[in-house]
């Protein structure tokens, strides 16, 4: 039973090589190479933004242990329509779309780095350098999955 697609378009799975031992064969933690991986795809994509790419593993129902992540068709199909409006929007089905920064920073000179007003911990992160994008992805990545 699979809690996820939610949108009708489908959505695709990524999923490592198993072949790989030394690298794929682990818990479900994003390793600094995945995060590097998974910039670099999401930089590929054309037209830029026809796509997400999001990671979608502990937690999300799996009932085998496994890393994957999914490739969502963007923008997200319109659910409802804006309150008080005819206007329907697809970003509107994700809340966290109309967070806005409640701080924000840069690091290596080159990445935006926003924490969002969002009931959780929700991290933004923005840069042309996908090199620093998944270095920074990565080191965020590891804090949160230490804590």
Not at 40 to 45: E, K, R
């Amino acid at each position: 039973h699979n809690i996820s697609p939610a949108d009708c378009r489908g959505h695709y799975l990524l999923i490592p090589a198993l072949t790989d031992e030394g690298a794929n064969w682990r818990g479900q933690v994003l390793m600094e190479s995945d995060c590097k991986d998974l910039v670099v795809l999401a930089s590929t994509i054309e037209p830029a933004g026809s796509a997400l790419v999001c990671y979608n593993s502990v937690g999300a129902g799996a009932s085998q242990n496994h890393m994957h992540c999914h490739l969502w068709p963007s923008p997200p199909i319109p659910l409802l329509p804006e309150e008080g409006s005819d206007e329907v929007n697809g970003w509107d089905c994700y809340a966290a779309s109309k967070a806005t920064a409640a701080s924000s920073f840069e690091v290596e000179g080159c990445v935006e780095v926003a924490m969002l007003e969002y009931p959780c911990c929700c991290i933004k992160l923005s840069s042309a350098n996908t090199d620093q994008l998944g270095l920074s992805l990565a080191k965020v990545v590891d804090v949160v999955q230490s804590q």
